[in-house]
């Protein structure tokens, strides 16, 4: 049941410490570990960027000229890094946490989230700069090569999630992409990100001085005045003092000025921020919903829907909702408009699947759950699905879905290694 990417995967891991080498940081220039060559650096970024992206909220598809944006911004910085010829993607997901993260090989994201809370041009080429040294200086790849994502986790059953839980499907440890997008970067190579980044600017137009701006803001952010940001940018790129100072030295040194575009950037995310409402509508009704109050979830859900009736995070969570409050026949409506708007994200394909075998649907259900497993593999997905097996007589096919969900922790787990042990004894 493990997918063939992942299992690839854990064959070139189980050998990374027989192929230990030497070679030259193609950004710094310093001689440094390899472990893993530059084919097998493109191939992880590759075969881990879609499903990191669903698992971070899925893109962003509401204002598809945003992203071609933000693309044209992040290839005006990656021409003029140290690697400019490293297959670089740009993409906007459909997140209201405020991040950023890049994966080997140059897939970059940059979330809903981060984009309103920015002022101009110059400070987007900042961030996505900040990313590409990331990529291009190997940093998540020197991070795997430590030993800090090297885990059981990456045996590659994906997340493991139970029916009813209300937090959004963020990664649990088990998918390497999210692992590698999310994990905390060192001291160091944020230092080395700020001012490799910065000199990219000042290379292809851009005021440098946005660059020690945007630290300033994160690091007033940071003091607790909004918490969620500590979940999102400041997990993986901490902010300090040190690095606002050492970024105004650098910045002193180049020379500022250069293009900063505040005219042309507030065009371009106007329609975020004139959807705002409705995702502060939308995470208010999750939150609503996790303390239980789903009439007042279905309020605000509902707010939300009537602003954008073509967001499918909106129904998705409507959905959620009926679910809970056993009306399945309900959710059953809402899960498939989210399906329809955006059929690619494994989410509203598991939530759609899990509300069929509810009613009792096995077909319908099994290839809800089958469809979104191909995009990212579940534990609570393996193991329904071992329950439709096993309802439709399929012994051996359910065997195979419950040893799968068996790897996972939890209540999930569990309940997968007593199904299967009952049809193995």
Request: proline residues 3%.
């Amino acid at each position: 049941m493990i997918s063939g990417s992942l299992a690839r995967l854990c064959v070139v891991l189980s050998l990374l410490f027989a192929l230990a080498g030497c070679a030259v940081n193609p950004v710094t220039g310093k001689k440094q570990l390899s472990l893993i060559s530059e084919s097998e650096e493109l191939a992880l970024g590759a075969e881990q960027y879609s499903p990191t992206q669903q698992t971070q909220g899925g893109q962003f598809y509401i204002d598809p000229e945003l992203t071609v944006y933000v693309r044209e911004v992040g290839m005006k910085m990656a021409q003029v890094s140290d690697r400019p010829d490293l297959p670089y993607d740009f993409v906007v997901l459909n997140n209201s946490v405020p991040n950023a993260w890049a994966l080997p090989g140059g897939k970059i994201a940059i979330n809903r989230g981060l984009l309103v809370k920015l002022e101009d041009e110059a400070q987007l080429a900042s961030v996505l700069g900040h990313e590409i040294v990331h990529a291009a200086a190997r940093h998540s790849v020197q991070r795997m090569q430590q030993g800090m994502l090297i885990s059981a986790g990456m045996a590659g059953i994906g997340i493991a999630v139970s029916d009813n839980e209300w937090a959004s499907l963020i990664m649990g440890g088990a998918a390497v992409g999210a692992q590698l997008a999310l994990a905390r970067y060192s001291q160091g190579d944020e230092l080395e990100s700020d001012a490799y980044g910065i000199e990219y600017m000042k290379a292809a137009g851009y005021d440098p001085q946005a660059a020690v701006e945007l630290q300033e803001i994160f690091l007033q952010l940071s003091d607790g005045r909004e918490s969620n940001w500590l979940s999102g940018l400041f997990a993986s790129h901490p902010p300090s003092a040190r690095r606002v100072e050492a970024n105004q030295q650098l910045v002193q040194e180049l020379g500022g000025g250069g293009y900063r575009g505040r005219d042309v950037y507030q065009r371009r995310i106007a329609k975020i921020k004139q959807l705002q409402p409705a995702y502060d509508a939308h995470d208010k009704a999750m939150k609503l919903a996790s303390e239980g109050d789903y009439e007042a979830a279905l309020a605000s859900v509902n707010q939300a829907i009537k602003a954008e009736p073509r967001e499918a995070m909106f129904y998705a969570l409507r959905g959620r909702i009926y679910k809970a409050q056993d009306q399945a026949e309900k959710a059953r409506a809402d899960f498939d408009k989210a399906v329809s708007l955006y059929p690619e994200m494994f989410e509203y394909q598991l939530y759609n699947g899990l509300n069929e075998l509810q009613l009792n649907n096995l077909t319908k259900a099994r290839e809800h759950l089958e469809r979104a497993n191909q995009v990212v593999p579940t534990s609570i997905a393996y193991l329904r699905l071992g329950d439709i097996s096993r309802q439709q007589g399929r012994r051996d096919e359910a065997v195979q879905y419950y040893a799968a969900a068996a790897e996972a922790g939890g209540d999930v787990g569990e309940e997968a290694r007593r199904k299967l042990a009952a049809m193995t004894n």
